[in-house]
């Protein structure tokens, strides 16, 4: 199984862009979705994760402006960016941490430009 991560593209700063994630087969008891993101040259870091309570944790440098949620019946992430800087620029992955494993994604490009 793994996640498909789409809604990255192009945008300048200021916007705002959807990611959103899906698994291409059954996964069962997902405790953790996540996002990370790894710039070109940088290590990969975590931008946002929900737990199977609900709470939610973000890195400092994107709190107040991204927001993780879920649609638990449909497994999927998502990962809403407002008020997007250049340095948001990165390929972001989406995680889930399940009871028979750990998944990811493929990854999808989002480049905050001018």
């Known amino acids: 199984v793994q996640l498909q991560a789409s809604g990255g593209g192009l945008v300048q700063p200021g916007g705002s862009l959807r990611l959103s994630c899906a698994p291409s087969g059954q996964i069962f008891t997902i405790s953790i979705m996540a996002w990370y993101r790894q710039a070109p040259g940088k290590e990969r870091e975590l931008v946002a994760r929900i737990f199977g309570g609900g709470s939610t944790n973000y890195a400092d440098s994107v709190k107040g402006r991204f927001a993780i949620s879920r649609d638990i019946a449909k497994k999927m992430a998502y990962l809403q960016m407002s008020s997007l800087k250049p340095e948001d620029t990165a390929v972001y992955y989406c995680?889930?941490?399940?009871?028979?494993?750990?998944?990811w994604g493929q990854g999808t490009q989002v480049t905050v430009s001018s």
């Open positions: 995680n889930y941490v399940g009871a028979r494993g750990n998944y």
